[in-house]
């Protein structure tokens, strides 16, 4: 009973937050008299579309936004891989002041925390079964 009911609020609550959306794909394709009220037999347009794009300078922020994104990725990958050398081969004062505060969750997967989405993950591993009941 409790699956059922868990399910069920699952979907309303899905349909609560798809309705937002669904209404804003609406909108995009109607003229802006209708943006008010809701009537199916409003007439499609794609006139929303073309004033957008002529407004902001989407050229521009498309370029912008690769050269951050590949900025960051290729720092990040830099980064972390000397970070990951230096943590795996190298000795150095305060070691365990890093790494220490991301174990507990990592050794003990089972854990009051993580019980939920373990459970869903585990569910079909009748092996761990046991360790989940806990």
Not at 4 to 17: I, M, Q, R
Not at 108 to 126: I, K, Q, T, Y
């Amino acid at each position: 009973m409790k699956q059922a009911l868990d399910n069920v609020l699952a979907w309303v609550l899905g349909a609560v937050w798809l309705l937002p959306l669904l209404y804003a794909i609406w909108t995009a394709f109607h003229p802006a008299a209708y943006e008010a009220h809701f009537s199916l037999t409003a007439p499609l347009t794609l006139e929303n579309f073309a004033r957008a794009w002529e407004s902001a300078p989407f050229a521009r922020y498309f370029l912008n936004t690769i050269a951050l994104v590949i900025t960051i990725v290729g720092s990040q990958m830099v980064l972390c891989t000397l970070a990951a050398f230096a943590f795996a081969r190298l000795p150095f004062r305060g070691l365990l002041l890093f790494s220490a505060p991301p174990s507990p969750a990592q050794l003990c997967p089972f854990s009051r925390r993580n019980r939920g989405p373990m459970r869903l993950l585990l569910r079909s591993r009748p092996v761990c079964e046991n360790q989940l009941d806990r």
